[in-house]
């Protein structure tokens, strides 16, 4: 703090915080206006599933908010996503609550404009009256004329009231298809290479493996594994899954009719890659950060280490790969080799603020093969199925600054600089180099 100025008070320290608050709001507020007048002008009026022909390209009418609001063009609502500085599914989803507030519940989008609701708030409703009939989200509007005052569980039970008054077959068929929803997630690896897990069972299923794990917990304590009742627990479900994936099994091919004996087990690609730190003499393992592809996320070493000495493991490891190679093909089919090395460059789809995991992308000849493009891994970029269309048919286009390196430009001319350090909008048109390393 300069000591020459006179210490700013409680009161007028708050009251400039309110103000930045009041700022922000009154700047989403406008922001949504604009949404609205953009997709007032890009109304696709074609019935659900059809398409339009726009300016000689396919043009589909997409539904991103519930019965009775607009259908909306794809290739615009991509534009639109891209210059709000989105990711393509959470701008989606954005862009259709709002379009949900406007279109189909008045009363707050009214009590939003006005300064009664935060725009967050209103972003909530909207999630719970999408998947309502119009009739329904309308009886919810209506009883929201001062929104400010509702709190969630009242919010939820005026939903459930709505469904249970203006669509009562749905509710009749939620409560038989509850058993629909039993699931068994394993969710991400934390930076100690573990992970939760999270489960709806059935009330029996649920006793037979709690008993089982308990069982088995109790043999490994009389084993002589001294380790605590939950890790044990937890090693006894980790042991179950092995002992299943252990099993020979006789699958028949259903194409073929041919019987393949075969033992799953754990199976386990690791990708070396070496670099001038890796291995030395002094330091056989200087490095000690890998990359876990199915988790997305850095794992130590140590426990690349333990993950490959469990029992039942196959182990495939892949020779260094030169990611710079240039490897061109006579054909257009993308050979798995190239996608290997497209997929380790890349990592995820190469639109911008996309992230969809490059393992579940297409691969993309940059410059058509029709038009004298190489099937060559220079000339191969990773694209997710909707950007791929949007590059394909629309005027979304893109250069290659280098291999890992793109400039896109969008239909109404925005550009972005996609690499290995994410977006970026190219506010000087005249320099899409990347940054100085």
Not at 203 to 213: E, F, P, S
Not at 281 to 310: F, K, M, Y
Not at 336 to 342: F, L, S
Not at 392 to 405: C, F, I, K, L, R
């Amino acid at each position: 703090m300069d000591l020459g100025t006179a210490p700013r008070t409680t009161a007028s320290l708050l009251s400039g915080l309110r103000a930045e608050v009041e700022g922000r709001q009154a700047s989403l507020v406008r922001e949504w206006a604009g949404i609205v007048e953009w997709a007032g002008d890009h109304i696709i009026d074609s019935p659900e599933g059809a398409a339009t022909i726009t300016e000689g390209y396919l043009d589909t009418g997409v539904p991103i908010a519930g019965p009775g609001a607009p259908l909306v063009s794809e290739f615009a609502l991509m534009e639109l996503i891209a210059v709000l500085g989105r990711t393509p599914d959470g701008g989606r989803a954005y862009v259709g609550r709002v379009i949900e507030c406007a279109w189909r519940l008045p009363n707050v989008y009214a009590a939003v404009v006005a300064g009664r609701l935060a725009p967050w708030r209103a972003e909530r409703i909207a999630d719970l009256t999408r998947p309502l009939s119009a009739e329904a989200a309308g009886f919810v509007d209506r009883q929201l004329w001062d929104a400010s005052g509702v709190g969630w569980a009242q919010l939820e039970r005026l939903v459930a009231e709505a469904v249970l008054r203006f669509d009562p077959e749905r509710a009749e068929a939620d409560r038989q298809q509850a058993a629909d929803g039993r699931r068994f997630d394993v969710g991400g690896v934390d930076e100690h290479g573990l992970v939760h897990l999270d489960a709806l069972m059935d009330a029996a299923d649920g006793h037979d493996l709690n008993q089982a794990v308990a069982r088995r917990a109790e043999v490994l304590g009389r084993l002589g594994d001294d380790s605590t009742l939950d890790v044990r627990r937890s090693k006894a479900a980790a042991e179950l899954a092995r002992q299943d994936l252990a099993l020979d099994l006789l699958i028949p091919d259903p194409d073929t009719g041919e019987v393949v004996d075969t033992v799953p087990g754990r199976k386990v690609v690791l990708n070396v890659h070496v670099t001038d730190t890796t291995i030395s003499d002094d330091h056989p393992l200087a490095n000690p950060v890998g990359r876990w592809e199915e988790g997305r996320c850095p794992i130590t070493s140590a426990q690349i280490r333990e993950w490959l000495r469990v029992g039942h493991t196959t182990t495939i490891v892949r020779p260094v790969i030169d990611l710079a190679d240039h490897l061109p093909v006579d054909s257009y089919e993308i050979p798995d080799r190239h996608r290997t090395r497209v997929i380790l460059r890349d990592h995820t789809c190469r639109f911008p603020h996309c992230t969809r995991p490059a393992q579940r992308c297409d691969i993309d000849h940059a410059r058509p093969y029709g038009q004298g493009g190489l099937t060559c891994p220079c000339n191969e970029v990773a694209l997710c199925r909707r950007h791929h269309r949007a590059k394909t048919h629309s005027t979304w286009a893109y250069d290659v600054v280098m291999p890992g390196s793109y400039v896109w430009t969008s239909p109404a001319g925005h550009r972005f600089r996609v690499d290995h350090h994410g977006t970026h909008p190219i506010h000087d048109t005249d320099d899409p180099s990347p940054p100085d390393e």
